[in-house]
């Protein structure tokens, strides 16, 4: 399955989401999110294995996708340019 693109279901199902950036853990993941949010971009985390469980990033299995949708995909990757070397 090509995760770069996906769909939400919901009220807002045509809505595609875009990859937007990849991170090695919760705790960056979390920042990231909340500063995106606090700038008024919603986004979904999603990784292999459920953090709680496995705390760990061995073999990729920590990484952590965040996905925005991709009509604000442009807006997003310059805020993170501006705080991140991405």
């Not at 990231?32 to 985390?45: F, P, Q, T, V």
């Amino acid at each position: 399955m090509d995760d770069s693109k996906i769909k939400k279901t919901g009220p807002e199902e045509d809505e595609e989401l875009k990859e937007l950036h990849r991170v090695w853990g919760p705790v960056e993941a979390e920042v990231l999110k909340s500063y995106l949010e606090s700038n008024g971009i919603s986004c979904i985390l999603r990784g292999q294995v459920v953090q709680s469980v496995h705390p760990f990033s061995a073999d990729g299995l920590g990484e952590i996708k965040i996905f925005v949708s991709k009509k604000d995909y442009k807006t997003a990757k310059e805020l993170l340019k501006n705080k991140i070397d991405i």
